[in-house]
């Protein structure tokens, strides 16, 4: 019986780019939640009440603004430093934002740090994580992420030996 060959360099770019087709699936379903729940909880801290009928506009604003991003990070090249899924979720909070200041919805205190880090996200409404966007995402980020520095690493070990 003959033991299974190492995968290639091509197979783990494979599994890699199956692996990002899954993240960018999981969090194109997951947007919706997530402006929902970020929506109501700034809303409620910001004294306001949630108006159901601009959620719907929101949610696609959001999903555009963000997901052809993400396509763009994850089918980038993993030596392009093409950036990161969660910086373009963070960037995609603009809709949110119009939509509780035109509620009228109180800003929340931010540090000198995050006014600077963040200067578009006055409700601090971007994720640290792909589970503050959905707890299902926490398995397929660090998934996608291990598989993207393995390739990374692999690519750098294969040509100072090649």
């Not at 995968?7 to 199956?18: F, K, Q, S, Y």
């Amino acid at each position: 019986m003959e033991a299974n060959p190492e995968p290639t360099l091509a197979d783990d770019e494979a599994r890699l780019a199956a692996f990002a087709e899954q993240l960018f699936e999981q969090v194109d379903t997951s947007i919706g939640g997530w402006v929902r729940r970020s929506v109501f909880a700034a809303a409620g801290a910001g004294g306001v009440k949630v108006v159901e009928d601009d959620l719907a506009l929101v949610i696609d604003q959001t999903r555009g603004a963000a997901m052809p991003e993400i396509r763009r990070v994850l089918r980038a090249d993993v030596d392009t430093g093409a950036g990161s899924p969660l910086a373009a979720l963070r960037n995609a909070v603009g809709p949110m934002t119009d939509l509780l200041d035109r509620w009228g919805a109180a800003r929340p205190p931010r540090d000198e740090f995050l006014q600077r880090q963040f200067p578009g996200d006055p409700y601090q409404l971007g994720p640290a994580a792909f589970s503050d966007v959905d707890e299902a995402l926490h398995e397929p980020g660090l998934v996608w992420g291990a598989a993207r520095a393995h390739v990374h690493l692999r690519r750098r070990r294969e040509s100072d030996h090649g």
